[in-house]
């Protein structure tokens, strides 16, 4: 298939911000919903490591930059009106700032939401006092 | 845990709208991610039928109304910032309305986007002519 605009994705339909969508390449567990604007895309593509736009610092967010926690990024995918993309990662420790290995790990249920998931680290030893 | 705010999907922080990723209970394979307002969950939540709201006809858009490719809903999560919402779905037929079984049909390679999944059903066969 040629290279065409259908190649990219449409950040104009976004206001220049797309979701993205982190998926666990071995195991397809859901991990994490974060943003892309074109840098962060194209850096992603580039490095083969997940970059997102942080809306709160209003800057780009080399996932793990931080922590550690870095995604290597297996596989990209855009779907069919290419407003979201999607990433196979492997991912390193807990893709979520509060220590679980996905940020999905609260289920909503008739009595409230519970919490299902395992912490794996804690954030305090991640991110030191100020979390 | 007891009800509480945190309880809810934060739809102020999406000024009104949340991202709404739907992957498939048994496979775990990411099928599409739509939007959410209040009422598209609530009737969600109590129908058990994922309820979306399409921003383009800007209604609620009860997934599958028309093509008959609805979502049973086996669990639902939200994302550690509540900001974003993830179902867990039985789906009937395509979720794709381009035929495809999951919307990330298309994988970006350095050759440019291929297309890396066989369509389940026609489009034209599903929508009419129209489509």
Chains 1, 2 share one sequence.
């Not at 604007?37 to 942080?54: F, H, I, K, P």
Request: proline residues 5%.
């Amino acid at each position: 298939m040629s290279s065409s605009s259908n190649d990219r994705p449409n950040f104009a339909a976004g206001n220049g911000l797309l979701p993205a969508i982190a998926q666990d390449a071995t195991t397809g567990q859901v991990l994490m919903l974060a943003w892309m604007n074109a840098a962060a895309y194209d850096e992603t593509l580039r490095t083969g490591q997940a970059v997102y736009y942080s809306r709160s610092r209003q800057k780009l967010w080399r996932k793990g930059e931080e922590s550690g926690h870095v995604q290597r990024v297996e596989a990209v995918y855009l779907d069919c009106d290419s407003d979201t993309i999607l990433l196979r990662v492997h991912q390193t420790g807990p893709a979520c700032h509060e220590g679980y290995p996905s940020c999905f790990f609260r289920q909503v249920t008739p009595e409230g939401v519970k919490v299902v998931a395992t912490r794996q680290v804690d954030p305090r030893e991640v991110y030191g006092a100020k979390s």
